[in-house]
């Protein structure tokens, strides 16, 4: 196949196939505007790319290996090498092709993508990345094609930011192979502006005795569609997928993630936390699919949410399709609004309202904060969540240090542990 | 009269939950530094007399008035009286899953009393007071009242009095689900920190177990949303010979 023949597969795909074509999603998804595909703005972030690179190293100690900027991209990263769209091999095509099979969304992200970013981790090594995505007006479409050979590890840190606020989008795929007794942790903290379009598609597979911990940090854009599958392939092969999902005003967000468990002794983990206000509406998807021999093979999926306001709108909506009798598999899912009883008995102590409603956020979603694995991202991941809930900023360059709004509490100091690490209300 | 001690005064106060009244013209002055007892048999109202002094949004103030020093608190925030100097024990005290006690409490004890005390000096106070109260295990870790005992929940709230220093607080039976070892640790560290910070205490029971480690100097009895007698000790052995039934007219 060349690039011709697969840009003309996806334009046809993208064309012909509906937003939602699976049935059992088919009442319950959120639908981005057409508007949104057809964009084409002239704008770079321009500026803005360097003040939020200079803020996320001075104030975060966060460097970015590679830097996405509407169609540029460059990478420092002996790991990541850009690829040329137009001059890609057939392999990387089919892989872009075959991941996705009818999707409209996968068809879009691939028919405008004029580059790709190809990460390669060879046997025994280890590979840390950080990237930033800025979009401007001009949308970015990207396609991030990672590869960690038998004992490799990477730590893989995506930050989505944008500086306009006029109708934009991005729109990513991310596609991983982890061969066997390798490592992997993805984090991605997607933190677009109010009016741009988000698409996040994800597709991991995980070899044998290999570990995948993976973080998504939903907190911008106007409507967030993610998509994603996690495959343990391997035998023993292991995976945490740690989903946290704020939305303020007019936010719409549907996040959708399958865990399939395809081999034996395999363990999947989805945690989806959603805290959701104002008029925002978010749809939490988990689905566990155990295949057929998996046996002996654990799978966890709870979804819950908490609403600060009764106008937010949550929609859970957990699936599963069990084909092995020898396994051990469960399924949550709850909602509960701003309890008015805890938050007397909290006032009733002194803390004002708002500081009372902040710390109940931070019991909810706290533990979910500190499971990301990364110092450096954990702390822009809990500045940005708890600076949008104190003024519901969306997608702004977080210009505080993490230590303003949060307190980091490391095991090495003094506080022995007692005062673990938290928000900061104040 | 002393001028520096703060007063709470409750004239003739009506509360109403749901359009049921269940306050009925009460009336009752604590100073600090006064130990009261306000004793009454189930489903009197004392715990709704608590809550509706701390503010709870459910309770309606439908006649009369409550007053700090001379200024009436029913348009104040249930965070703004908790910063005059009034505490309430609860009897029931929610369970907050994910909040840490020991964040929890010096949060609070930050919008108390400001940048006066710092993290190390609250932490050594947490853990002294800890020790008297005979936690067991680390409770500073664990989430706020999240699986906690009965009994811890209750030295839990006496912990929180014992940092927050409240200028009158309302223990609302502090007793209710403890054994007689745990009473008595709850009643000997309360008596120590009222007496430490000259606290005016309201204790709330309707069981005058706790009673013999505690010595009230004022004893109201409430019945049916009234206060029925005042007075002092001979109250206290008046119910106990007789119940509530004598009080009843
Ligand atoms: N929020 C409420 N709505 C309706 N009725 C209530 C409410 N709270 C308390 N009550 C009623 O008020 C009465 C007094 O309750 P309470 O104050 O808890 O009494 P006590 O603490 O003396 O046992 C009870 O009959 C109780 O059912
Ligand atoms: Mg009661």
Redesign the interface.
């Known amino acids: 196949m060349d690039y011709n023949e697969f840009k003309r597969e996806s334009e046809r795909q993208f064309a012909e196939q509906p937003q939602e074509g699976r049935d059992m999603y088919k009442r319950n998804f959120i639908k981005i505007p057409e508007e949104y595909f057809t964009l084409n703005g002239k704008s770079k972030s321009g500026q803005h790319a360097d003040m939020v690179i200079k803020a996320l190293k001075d104030n975060f100690g966060i460097y970015f290996d590679v830097i996405i900027d509407g169609k540029d991209i460059l990478s420092t990263s002996r790991f990541a090498k850009i690829v040329d769209m137009a001059d890609a091999d057939s392999g990387l095509l089919k892989i872009l092709l075959e991941k996705y099979p009818n999707n409209k969304f996968a068809a879009l992200i691939n028919s405008k993508s004029q580059k790709a970013v190809v990460i390669t981790v060879k046997k025994g090594e280890s590979a840390k990345i950080n990237a930033l995505v800025l979009n401007g007006e001009d949308p970015v479409y990207v396609q991030f094609v990672v590869n960690v050979e038998d004992e490799g590890n990477i730590e893989f840190f995506q930050f989505f930011c944008s500086g306009v606020k006029e109708k934009s989008a991005t729109g990513i795929i991310n596609i991983a192979d982890i061969g066997r007794n390798a490592n992997a942790n993805f984090i991605a903290v997607h933190n677009e502006g109010s009016e741009t379009a988000v698409m996040n598609l994800h597709h991991t597979e995980i070899g044998e005795c290999s570990r995948l911990s993976q973080h998504f940090v939903f907190t911008g854009g106007s409507h967030v569609k993610s998509m994603g599958k996690v495959k343990l392939r391997g035998q023993l092969s292991e995976s945490e997928t740690n989903e946290i999902v704020e939305a303020v005003l007019d936010q719409k967000m549907d996040v959708n993630t399958e865990i399939v468990n395809a081999s034996k002794g395999s363990a999947g983990i989805l945690e989806s936390k959603a805290v959701l206000s104002d008029n925002s509406v978010c749809m939490l998807k988990g689905f566990a699919t155990i295949e057929e021999g998996a046996t002996g093979s654990r799978s966890l999926v709870k979804e819950s949410s908490l609403l600060m306001d009764n106008t937010a709108r949550i929609e859970s909506i957990p699936g599963m399709a069990i084909r092995e009798d020898d396994v051990k598999a469960t399924h949550s899912a709850s909602t509960a609004p701003i309890?008015?009883?805890?938050l007397?008995?909290?006032?009733?102590?002194?803390?004002?309202?708002n500081?009372?409603m902040k710390?109940?956020v931070?019991?909810?979603i706290?533990?979910s904060v500190l499971k990301i694995g990364d110092d450096e991202a954990r702390g822009l991941a809990a500045s940005i969540i708890y600076e949008k809930l104190k003024n519901k900023s969306i997608g702004l360059t977080p210009e505080n240090k993490a230590d303003t709004v949060y307190e980091v509490v490391r095991a090495d100091e003094?506080?022995?542990?007692?005062?673990?690490e938290?928000y900061k209300?104040? | 009269m002393n001028g520096e001690n703060m007063k709470l005064e409750i004239r003739n106060l009506h509360v109403s939950a749901e359009g049921k009244e269940i306050i009925k013209g009460l009336s009752l002055d604590i100073n600090e530094g006064e130990f009261h007892v306000l004793m009454g048999p189930n489903g009197s109202g004392k715990t709704t007399l608590g809550k509706a002094i701390m503010g709870h949004p459910k309770l309606k103030i439908t006649e009369g008035d409550m007053l700090v020093d001379g200024k009436s608190i029913l348009n104040m925030k249930t965070d703004d009286r908790a910063k005059l100097g009034i505490f309430l024990l609860f009897q029931n005290p929610i369970e907050v899953d994910g909040i840490g006690f020991a964040n929890f409490l010096h949060s609070a004890n930050g919008a108390m009393h400001g940048n006066t005390v710092t993290t190390s000096d609250f932490l050594k106070e947490f853990k002294e007071t800890s020790e008297k109260l005979k936690f067991s295990g680390n409770m500073a870790q664990r989430s706020l009242n999240a699986g906690f005992s009965g009994g811890e929940k209750k030295k839990g709230e006496v912990l929180q009095m014992a940092i927050l220093k409240p200028k009158i607080a309302i223990l609302d039976e502090p007793d209710s689900g403890l054994d007689v070892d745990a009473i008595k640790i709850v009643a000997e560290n309360v008596n120590e920190i009222a007496k430490r910070n000259n606290t005016g205490i309201l204790l709330i029971t309707h069981y005058s177990r706790i009673l013999n480690y505690m010595k009230p100097v004022f004893t109201h009895v409430m019945i049916n949303g009234r206060i029925v007698a005042n007075g002092g000790a001979e109250i206290i052995k008046a119910v106990e010979s007789h119940g509530y039934e004598a009080f009843t007219k």
């Open positions: 309890d008015e009883e805890n007397f008995y909290l006032l009733s102590r002194g803390v004002d309202r500081s009372a710390l109940m931070d019991g909810f706290g533990g003094k506080a022995e542990d007692m005062l673990r938290h209300y104040r």
